[in-house]
């Protein structure tokens, strides 16, 4: 098998120097691209992240102006959803999407090179305006109008960048999409897709769907402000309440953008590392599709306070609990795949099973404020802020996190440095812990968020999240230390671990420039993991 | 079987109708936008 796939296209591997970053269409350069892009937004939110943190370890105002403080809140959102994690994921269906399903690349490899060169104009433009009158865009990730029509000239860069931003998505989306149906070997049946595949399959989707509607929702803040419209002027006759209605029927299904292809990433892991097949796979196919059409129809839990009929809070309500049950189903396949079989704790495991755990406490967090009446008393405080935290970083980092370790002696051909990735581990979830659990019980005591200033009845806790926040940040040194050498290990063997499956393992260590020009044939490699 | 004309046609295609959905969504959501203002 490894023979049949080993590189035969030695005469037109990659460029030399800057040119081959530039113009590549492999998709495993491609790849590379996003993901060293991904890490450096990584960085830079989370700078701001301590900004934000340094300012709220004690109560007063200390280093920053409450201006810079929104300006903050506001960029570091957007720069970690759009900039981080987004760019994150396609930088891994890069790099094994073609692998998994037999591919010898993307469909559209020149488009795949737009869309990831668009994304540094996009974060350039946006991260500029801080160095501009007025400096950066300080209302929210949200938008919300009529406050985000009070940013000075850091508005039209705004709108600009979330424009190039969508636009990259759609396109990396329509890729992926294309990719999966047209491209598969041929014994590669659909529900015989690993589930990274399935669940990027349905994230590619959800994308198509509500990053033209995001586009849409700024393209209209852009005419009201410049073009003399009233979409969501109230005193043109427009309403501003619509906006909030568009941007969240982005934005909800925006969070499962998030947290597929995490899903997809830990159902690959553990199996592996239980040495058992997933449990259910059919099943978590299902309830991926599940998820994927009820966030469609549960966006307004986002804006129980604005107002609405008793009947929408009563949908609005019990259709997002609804969620809980393929969301359940996924966690108890996982669990069942881990049942008896001959488990091990290697980094990727590690960081999977915090991410059952933790992201479960976030899912409970999210039924809390699924609930309208309790929701009235927990908007806009940092119960909130608790909730989406624990499932954006101990849920879609860290799956991110295992992918990388999961995936990079294929990458690289070495195995990287053990023990430096389990003290990444402990460091991360231990202070992960400390910043994000003691804002449930801020929120739950009636911090607002977004404010740089509190009563000092919060300062214990707010304490607490700062010394943490400040430790997360310094552990993912040791992730950047278990980069620099990740080829200082030993040799990794084609397969890599003791009991992976899926076409990827079928191909070198490093996996060559180009691979599958033959298609593969799918049965014999499945009959090799048996 | 991988490179053949039929595969081509598909590959262009899938892409055209999941582009044209993306269009629709970006003209429909801005249409309703109209339509309520």
Do not use: C
């Not at chain 1, 460029?15 to 970053?21: L, M, S």
């Not at chain 1, 994927?292 to 804006?303: D, E, P, Q």
């Amino acid at each position: 098998m490894t023979a049949a796939v080993a590189d035969v296209h030695d005469d037109h591997g990659p460029a030399k120097g800057f040119k081959r970053w530039l113009f590549t269409t492999n998709h495993k350069d491609i790849g590379t691209l996003y993901l060293v892009f991904s890490l450096t937004m990584f960085f830079v939110g989370g700078a701001m992240a301590l900004v934000i943190r340094s300012e709220l370890m004690t109560p007063g105002l200390q280093f920053v102006h409450p201006e810079f403080f929104n300006q903050m809140t506001t960029m570091h959102a957007l720069v970690m959803v759009f900039g981080a994690v987004m760019p994150a994921f396609v930088g891994l269906a890069n790099w094994m999407i073609p692998m998994m399903i037999g591919a010898p690349d993307m469909a559209l490899p020149r488009m795949n090179n737009w869309s990831f060169w668009i994304l540094p104009v996009a974060f350039g433009m946006l991260i500029s305006t801080l160095f501009l009158p007025g400096g950066a865009p300080a209302s929210g990730w949200t938008m919300y109008p009529p406050l985000v029509l009070q940013t000075g000239d850091a508005f039209p860069f705004l709108i600009f960048s979330v424009h190039l931003m969508g636009l990259s998505s759609i396109m990396g989306a329509i890729n992926i999409i294309v990719t999966i149906l047209n491209m598969r070997a041929p014994d590669m049946w659909l529900l015989k897709m690993p589930m990274f595949v399935w669940t990027w399959l349905i994230t590619a989707y959800l994308l198509i769907a509500v990053m033209p509607v995001l586009a849409g929702a700024v393209t209209m803040l852009l005419t009201d402000q410049f073009f003399g419209t009233s979409f969501f002027l109230a005193a043109g006759g427009g309403d501003p309440v619509m906006f909030q209605h568009i941007f969240w029927f982005f934005g909800h299904p925006e969070v499962y953008i998030m947290i597929l292809p995490a899903f997809g990433v830990v159902s690959e892991i553990i199996p592996t590392f239980s040495r058992k097949p997933l449990f259910g796979h059919d099943s978590m196919v299902y309830a991926a599709s599940s998820i994927a059409f009820l966030s469609f129809i549960v966006w307004a839990h986002h804006m129980f306070t604005v107002g609405m009929p008793l009947s929408g809070q009563l949908f609005f309500m019990f259709a997002t609990m609804l969620i809980a049950v393929p969301t359940g189903v996924k966690i108890f396949n996982w669990v069942a795949t881990m049942w008896r079989g001959a488990m091990t704790f290697e980094t990727p495991m590690l960081f999977s099973l915090a991410f059952v755990f933790l992201f479960t406490i976030g899912g409970f967090s999210g039924l809390m404020l699924a609930v309208a009446p309790a929701d009235i008393q927990y908007h806009d405080t940092y119960f909130v802020v608790a909730h989406f935290h624990y499932v954006l970083v101990p849920g879609s980092i860290f799956a991110i996190m295992a992918a990388a370790y999961y995936w990079l002696p294929k990458w690289t051909g070495y195995m990287y440095n053990e023990a430096a990735g389990k003290l990444h581990f402990w460091l991360s979830t231990i202070f992960v812990n400390l910043t994000f659990f003691p804002m449930h019980f801020l929120g739950l005591a009636g911090m607002p968020r977004r404010i740089p200033d509190y009563s000092t009845q919060f300062t214990d806790f707010n304490t607490m999240a700062s010394v943490g926040a400040m430790g997360f940040g310094l552990s993912q040194l040791v992730f950047i230390y278990v980069l620099l050498t990740s080829k200082k290990g030993a040799r990794a063997t084609d397969r890599v671990w003791e009991a992976p499956r899926g076409l990827e393992w079928t191909v070198p260590s490093p996996a060559p420039y180009h691979t599958f020009d033959t298609p593969p044939k799918v049965r014999v490699a499945q009959e090799s993991f048996e | 079987m991988r490179n053949d004309s039929e595969q081509r046609k598909n590959i262009r295609r899938t892409a055209l109708i999941m582009g044209g959905i993306a269009i629709a969504f970006y003209l429909g959501f801005i249409l309703m936008g109209v339509l309520n203002a």
